[in-house]
C-alpha cells in the first residue's frame, strides 16, 4: 500500500486507539491533550515518512513516536510539572518515566473502558454517538456531520459540550465493576444500537460513510462481546441483528443510488456468510430468561433473510413485531408492523391500522400508504407518493418515490 493510501487508513484504525490509551492514561478531563499528541503523532508521519520512505513497521513506529512525544510533553509541560508537585490536581499521577502500554491488551480494554465513560447517563444520546464516532471510530467532524446531515460548526458545538460534560461529571475511564456493567450495558448498548442505524438508515449520500458507521457499530460491539464482563445475551443479539441488516447493505440501493424495495431485492446480492454470523449470534443470545428489543428485532431481521413469501414468514414476523411494541413502542416498529400486517392479512386491514398511526410528517408513512393503495385506491395511492417526494430528504429516496409517481402516473389501458 503507498504512502497516500496507508496514512489515512492508519489514522481510521490507530488514531482511536492512541488517544484511548492517553485518555485512560491521563485521565478523560485530558482528551485534548491526547488527540493533540495522537494528531502530531500521524503529522510526524505525514512529514517523515515522505522524506525518508515507510519504515518497517509503521504500526509499532506511530506507537514508539506516541509514547515518545507523550513523555516529552509530561517532561517539558509546565501544567503536568505542577500536577506532579501537586500544585494542581488530576485524576492521576504521572511523571515522565512511566511506561505507556500500547499494547493489544491494553488498547482493547483502554477502548472499553472509553465506550463506557462515553455511554456515562449524563452525557446525552446525540452526544453520545457523536463522541463514539470521534473518539472511538475516528471519524473527523466533517465526516460526522455528513453523517448527521448537519454542518461542521454545529458538530464541532457538539463534541466541545461533551467533552466538557465529562470534564465536569469527572467521569473515569476504567471498565466499570460488574454490578455497574449490569446497570449500564443497556446505555451502551442503545448508544452501538443508534451508531449503526445512522450508518443504516441514513439520509447522507455517501455510501461509503454510511458502510463505515455500520462497520464501525458492529466492531465496538464485537468488543463487548469479546469481553468476558460485557459478553451478555443481549450485546449477542443486537450482533446478530447487525449482521442480519448488513448482509442485504450491497442490495439496498441500486447502481444510481436509488434504494431498492426489501421485495425488489436480488438475493443473489447478500452476504451469506453475514447471515450465517447473526444465526451464530442469535443461537448464542438465547442464553437466559431475558427478551430485549435486540432479541426480537434480530429475530424479524432473520426472517428477513428468507426470501420466500410465506405467509408463515409474515405471520412470524407480526407476532414478532407485536411482542416488540409491547416492551417498547416506537412509531417506526408500528409502521413497519403494518407492512407486515399487509402481507399476512391483505392490505385493507392494513390500510386501516397505518391510517391510525397518523404519522403525517413521515415520508415512510406515506410511502407505505402509497404502496398500500395500489390497486385499492388508485388516487390515493398517488396523492400519498406525491406528499411522500415532498417529505423525503435524500436523493435516494426521492428518485424511489418518483419513479413509483411516474409508474402511476401512466394512463391505464382501457381493455373494452
Given at each position: 500500500m503507498e504512502e497516500k493510501e496507508l496514512i489515512p487508513n492508519l489514522f481510521r484504525t490507530e488514531f482511536r486507539k492512541i488517544v484511548s490509551v492517553l485518555c485512560g492514561y491521563f485521565g478523560i478531563e485530558q482528551v485534548g491533550i491526547a488527540e493533540d499528541i495522537a494528531s502530531d503523532t500521524f503529522l510526524s508521519a505525514t512529514e517523515l515518512w515522505g522524506q525518508k520512505g515507510l519504515p518497517a513497521n509503521p504500526t509499532a513506529w506511530l506507537y514508539t513516536v506516541?509514547?515518545?512525544?507523550?513523555?516529552?510533553?509530561?517532561?517539558?509541560?509546565?501544567?503536568?510539572?505542577?500536577?506532579?508537585?501537586?500544585?494542581?490536581?488530576?485524576?492521576?499521577?504521572?511523571?515522565?518515566?512511566?511506561?505507556?502500554?500500547?499494547?493489544?491488551?491494553?488498547?482493547?480494554?483502554?477502548?472499553?473502558?472509553m465506550m463506557f465513560a462515553i455511554c456515562d447517563p449524563s452525557i446525552s444520546?446525540?452526544?453520545?454517538?457523536?463522541?463514539?464516532?470521534?473518539?472511538?471510530?475516528?471519524?473527523?467532524?466533517e465526516e460526522i456531520a455528513d453523517a448527521f446531515l448537519t454542518n461542521k460548526e454545529t458538530i464541532y458545538k457538539r463534541l466541545a459540550r461533551a467533552k466538557e460534560k465529562l470534564r465536569e461529571e469527572k467521569i473515569k475511564i476504567e471498565i466499570p465493576s460488574l454490578p455497574e456493567i449490569h446497570n449500564r450495558i443497556e446505555t451502551v448498548l442503545l448508544t452501538l444500537y443508534l451508531l449503526f442505524s445512522e450508518g443504516y438508515y441514513s439520509a447522507s449520500e455517501n455510501t461509503a460513510l454510511r458502510k463505515g458507521l455500520c462497520t464501525e457499530a458492529m466492531r465496538l460491539t464485537l468488543m463487548l462481546i469479546d469481553n468476558p464482563q460485557t459478553n451478555t445475551p443481549s450485546a449477542n443479539?443486537?450482533?446478530?441483528?447487525?449482521?442480519?441488516?448488513?448482509?442485504?447493505?450491497?442490495?439496498?440501493?441500486?447502481?444510481?443510488?436509488?434504494?431498492?424495495l426489501y421485495e425488489d431485492q436480488d438475493e443473489s446480492l447478500w452476504d451469506k456468510e453475514l447471515v450465517a454470523e447473526g444465526n451464530n449470534f442469535l443461537i448464542?443470545?438465547?442464553?437466559?430468561?431475558?427478551?430485549?428489543r435486540y432479541?426480537?428485532?434480530?429475530?424479524?431481521?432473520?426472517?428477513?433473510?428468507?426470501?420466500?413469501?410465506?405467509?408463515e414468514k409474515w405471520e412470524n414476523i407480526l407476532q414478532l413485531y407485536n411482542q416488540?411494541?409491547?416492551?417498547?413502542?416506537?412509531?417506526?416498529?408500528?409502521?413497519?408492523?403494518?407492512?407486515?400486517?399487509?402481507k399476512a392479512n391483505g392490505k385493507k386491514i392494513a390500510i386501516a391500522e397505518a391510517e391510525k398511526l397518523n404519522l403525517c410528517n413521515s415520508h415512510f408513512y406515506?410511502?407505505?400508504?402509497?404502496?398500500?393503495?395500489?390497486?385499492?385506491?388508485?388516487?390515493?395511492?398517488?396523492?400519498?407518493?406525491?406528499k411522500a417526494f415532498i417529505l423525503a430528504k435524500s436523493n435516494a429516496d426521492k428518485k424511489a418515490i418518483s419513479k413509483n409517481i411516474a409508474f402511476l402516473s401512466i394512463p391505464k389501458k382501457n381493455n373494452s
Open positions: 506516541a509514547k515518545n512525544k507523550t513523555k516529552d510533553y509530561l517532561k517539558h509541560n509546565s501544567i503536568f510539572r505542577r500536577k506532579v508537585s501537586g500544585d494542581i490536581m488530576y485524576s492521576s499521577k504521572r511523571t515522565e518515566d512511566a511506561e505507556i502500554d500500547l499494547s493489544n491488551k491494553n488498547i482493547l480494554d483502554s477502548q472499553l473502558a444520546k446525540e452526544a453520545q454517538i457523536s463522541l463514539s464516532l470521534n473518539l472511538l471510530c475516528g471519524f473527523g467532524v443479539a443486537l450482533m446478530s441483528l447487525m449482521c442480519f441488516h448488513s448482509s442485504r447493505f450491497e442490495a439496498r440501493e441500486n447502481s444510481t443510488g436509488e434504494m431498492v448464542r443470545a438465547s442464553k437466559g430468561n431475558q427478551l430485549t432479541h426480537l428485532e434480530a429475530a424479524i431481521a432473520y426472517w428477513h433473510t428468507h426470501k420466500e413469501d410465506t405467509n416488540l411494541l409491547q416492551i417498547e413502542y416506537s412509531p417506526i416498529a408500528a409502521l413497519n408492523r403494518t407492512y407486515a400486517l399487509a406515506h410511502t407505505l400508504l402509497g404502496y398500500l393503495y395500489v390497486d385499492i385506491d388508485h388516487i390515493a395511492a398517488l396523492q400519498h407518493l406525491q
